[in-house]
């Protein structure tokens, strides 16, 4: 039996091979890799060329008004076939060998939910075995197969995942996610000049950072990696791919990270909405079904903060997301007499600021420093959420950027400062 | 065991699936024929987009100088992927069952000869099972897969090809070749008015029609349907396929032919040159010598004539595809000197024009009568060839449109006369 070489994956998003140029750019990066690290195996995963996804939707969407899932992810899953397809000639006529697998071919998994599928398992024994021989293996990002050898698709984000899934399966060394920023920045960076890219940052950390805002990952690719211990790195196909050096952010487990700052990351969200019940009866029984009602209308609710105006009497605020506000308003308009309230109001004028770090767990007086530094600025905090390693409040939505920099000068400016005065 | 229901191929073209309007009228004639057919299932074979292959290869070409066949086949797969799904969706859209499948899905099993393999054969088994509840399956034409799991293309005329093996496999009642002309024609219709479309003619004409130009059909699915004893049917997907008794032309075993005209078609190609040598020696062995070195070259020799000039020496003719000629010319001056002949000269103004007929079996006097339809028009003939059912001549092109006229008045406006006289 061969002892198994270590495994690097690199996964190339919709515009790192939105055009043959880029394809051609993307093989010089993997043979980049290659040289640098001659004892590792690759795995490529890509994408499809950035808009086609869109296009097969409009296509199918002028054909019918309804498309059928399954139908729908035959039609989609073409989109990949044309990216590994052009990179594995490319790198075939550099000299490097590799080989294209669409999702079928690589046996990645899937369980039937067309168009949503989730990856149940990746026959790694058989890719090992067709990179036994040095050969670069270029799978189809974004698609499996089911059982009965139907094609999926695995939604938003969904070729991340693959990449993960497959530096699980190939218990890889690292996960490159080529992109087309820098990395992650420490807050949105055509917000606050400042914005820092992010050198280091716990796989919690990002896990909290993408759901409250950052979009350079999805939340389903970060708690795969999470989970199987996968170090994932996020950087640029574009600025400086080919020189050495380039290292964009390393998502690393948390044991691996040397220092702990208080606040990693600001984020902020503008597509929730706060609907306030007022004066309604305190039972509990009351509000839970209220909850179990939302809930069968598919209404995700986010945060939930309840305020005693007196001991018959609250006023409940929630929020949820902006796409679902109105279908939750009239849902709760109607519920209003059994709530025993006196009526509800929508306000879709806010925004989700939030911090997030994972030193927040060894200190203490976070929050104290937030109403700080929004109070400074004059800005009321309408609701607040917290966890043990992120903080949200939620304010106007024209204070949002004001906001954003007066947390960002805060916390993260001063980043270093902070931590030696409370160490 | 549930008794197998009879089963219909239909198979529609690039340009029959050319936009999304077609698929839609493409659904529609598969409806109809579900209606008429109440008790068969269906199995409908698409192309690819008219000009989508075009512009994958292009793709192709524009990334790699020589794109690698197993990788091109994989791009040019997902061209049919895009139309199965289109036609799956609308079908199920109008109410009717379908499922698209891809080759690997349909288990149509290839040799490994990438971008030109052959079908090896398919699981027709399955096929029947996935339509026991009356599903149409919507097949990807022009595309299979290896034992290994690799996808590949069948080369020209490969989607024809895919539904002559489905019809075969599933020992089909009919396949309907849904293009975008009206069917067989006994001459090409741009170049005669009076060309007449065939309502039934033979395998074995169809194969002799398309080889000498002919172009509704590749030479490949006919032999296919004729091996397996498959009715052919060509007809337009766009006159008036909506409405019942548009027939276009059946193509069926000679055994069901009522009448056998002598000539059928005339047809006509201009993509060969002749190459003359002269004075060499009437050594049997240095012409077959000539033969090996041609065939080495991979060039094709269609018509041969030897003329002998005296008992030392002959002249001798042949035709080559114009596209080899001047390799083929290059190659036997070389070796003049070893065949011992004066020279060889080339003449790239020709044409071939034939007459088909599957009663010229039971008939004579045809060459007399290609002669003087000819003769009479002052054209003179180069080279003749003939086999059991065709003849064919060799004339300067210039000549090629009067003597297709001449032959078509000759033979196919005076058919049944002709019979007449004949019998």
């Known amino acids: 039996m061969v002892t198994q070489k270590p495994v690097i994956v690199l996964k190339f998003g919709g515009t790192s091979v939105g055009d043959v140029s880029r394809v051609k750019l993307v093989a010089d990066i993997v043979a980049r890799h290659r040289k640098e690290s001659p004892d590792s195996n690759l795995i490529v995963v890509v994408s499809a060329m950035a808009g086609e996804t869109n296009k097969l939707v409009a296509l199918a969407k002028s054909c019918v008004e309804r498309p059928n899932p399954r139908e729908m992810d035959v039609l989609l899953a073409s989109g990949e076939q044309v990216t590994v397809s052009l990179l594995a000639m490319r790198l075939l006529e550099i000299g490097i060998p590799a080989k294209s697998l669409l999702a079928p071919q690589a046996r990645i998994a899937t369980t039937a939910e067309h168009t949503n599928a989730l990856i149940e398992g990746v026959d790694s024994e058989r890719l090992n075995r067709m990179m ?19 094609i999926t698709t ?14 699980a399966a190939a218990n890889a060394t690292a996960c490159y996610i080529y992109t087309d920023v820098q990395g992650v920045f420490s807050t949105d960076p055509r917000m606050v000049k400042g914005a820092k890219l992010l050198e280091r940052v716990s796989h919690e950390e990002m896990l909290e950072l993408a ?6 990952l999805h939340t389903r690719s970060v708690y795969f990696a999470m989970r199987y211990n996968i170090p994932l790195v996020v950087l640029s196909t574009f600025a400086g791919a080919l020189e050495p050096g380039q290292n964009g952010t390393w998502i690393v487990p948390e044991g691996e990270l040397m220092e702990k700052p208080i606040v990693t990351g600001v984020t902020y969200r503008l597509d929730e909405a ?14 839970s079904n209220l909850f179990d009602v939302l809930a069968e209308k598919s209404v995700f609710i986010d945060m939930i903060s309840q305020e005693t105006v007196n001991a018959n009497s609250v006023n409940l605020s929630i929020t949820v997301p902006d796409e679902n506000s109105l279908t939750a308003l009239e849902t709760i308009r ?3 007499p059994e709530l025993g309230a006196e009526g509800a109001m929508i306000d879709r004028d806010i925004a989700k600021v939030s911090v997030v770090g994972i030193g927040m767990r060894y200190h203490t007086g976070v929050a104290a420093r937030v109403f700080r530094a929004l109070a400074k600025e004059r800005i009321d ?12 409040v939620l304010v106007p939505r024209k204070y949002c950027e004001v906001a954003v920099r007066a ?8 980043d270093v400062a902070t931590s030696e005065e409370a160490a």
Chains 1, 2 share one sequence.
């Open 407 to 414: 947390l960002h000068d805060e916390f993260i400016d001063f």
């Open 334 to 336: 109607a519920m209003v």
């Open 154 to 167: 695995l939604g938003r984000g969904g070729s991340d995942i693959t990449a993960v899934a497959l530096a």
């Open 381 to 392: 905090i309408a609701m607040i959420n917290t966890s043990e390693i992120k903080m949200s």
């Open 132 to 150: 036994e021989d040095g050969t670069v293996l270029v799978v189809a990002g974004f698609q499996g197969v089911t059982e009965d050898g139907d």
């Open 274 to 287: 706060r609907i306030m019940i007022q004066g309604m009866s305190p039972d509990i029984s009351k509000i």
């Open 211 to 216: 759901s409250l805002g950052a979009k350079v």
